[in-house]
């Protein structure tokens, strides 16, 4: 095996001419540098040198592997001042998944952060509903995902061991609020029992939130009647002010939207999701996606 600092010191041999003299230029002794020079001739297999009067010259072999030791050691140097500038957040990247309502109201926030404490570091987001963005995670495709569970959700793979594989950040707990047209007979209310809703069409949202909901309403005795179904929340929104139905939305979805032609109601009993920021255990250790988390963590706080 050839090593770098093999390399250093047979150029170094070139370079000087001699072993003394490359020891001075190294700051270790000359019997360093020929035992050293002898290790590498035994793991190349050939000589590298010939002694010529006072002087070192180099074989056709030696000459060789100064040319190409040229470019490695170039390249090791540009490789630890990379590592070097990552590791003390003045470049670095992370790729970063986030559900729509987290894309328009946590990320923002704290990616202005992020930049304005490490503008080195670049991230890159992508959007995705878990558990699509916790799947991505785990494939290697992005660094940190933004995910959300409902409290108490019965469906397959949900509940404590869902994530156990990954290191899980809390960023908020979301209460779901209702969304009537504003000229609806509850407009006014301040608390709405989901079941006063019963007779009434629904807008759902994502597949998982959908399933919440159904759930949430087969609680409270009666299975919502669905009649319009969209991932946008601003679409939701839009329907719901429109008079064609009433909703259900996480908090921090509103807040990303303006509900024209329609208003929020608080539900009882409440509903409430955990949002967090996932990511691997190894993932954790990088500064630049440690970085990410806490600027993350910071823009849960409300």
Do not use: N
């Amino acid at each position: 095996m050839i090593e770098a600092r093999h390399l250093r010191v047979l150029r170094a041999v070139a370079t000087t001419g001699s072993f003394s003299a490359a020891g001075r230029e190294l700051g270790c002794t000359q019997p360093a540098v020929s035992q050293q020079m002898k290790a590498l001739e035994a793991a190349v297999g050939t000589p590298l040198l010939i002694r010529a009067g006072r002087e070192m010259r180099l074989t056709q072999a030696g000459e060789a592997l100064v040319r190409h030791a040229t470019g490695i050691l170039a390249g090791l140097t540009a490789a630890e001042e990379e590592i070097a500038a990552i590791a003390g957040l003045r470049a670095g990247r992370v790729r970063l998944v986030s559900f729509p309502s987290g894309s328009s109201t946590l990320v923002p926030t704290a990616l202005a952060a992020l930049r304005a404490a490490h503008p080195g570091t670049r991230v890159s987001l992508e959007e995705a509903e878990p558990p699509r963005s916790v799947e991505l995670l785990r494939q290697g495709d992005c660094d940190v995902a933004l995910a959300f569970r409902y409290e108490g959700a019965a469906g397959a793979g949900e509940g404590a061991g869902e994530w156990e594989d990954l290191v899980v950040r809390p960023l908020l707990t979301d209460r779901l609020v209702g969304l009537v047209p504003e000229r609806h007979r509850l407009a006014r209310a301040g608390s709405v029992a989901i079941g006063e809703l019963a007779g009434d069409p629904w807008i759902a949202g994502c597949p998982r939130c959908r399933g919440q909901l159904v759930q949430v309403c087969e609680g409270a005795g009666f299975t919502p009647r669905i009649d319009f179904a969209t991932d946008d929340y601003p679409a939701v929104v839009g329907l719901v002010g429109a008079g064609l139905g009433v909703a259900v939305l996480p908090q921090l979805a509103v807040e990303s939207v303006r509900p024209r032609g329609a208003r929020t109601v608080e539900l009882e009993p409440a509903v409430r999701r955990e949002i967090v920021a996932l990511t691997l255990p190894d993932l954790a250790q990088v500064p630049a996606v440690a970085a990410t988390l806490e600027e993350l963590v910071r823009a849960g706080v409300r």
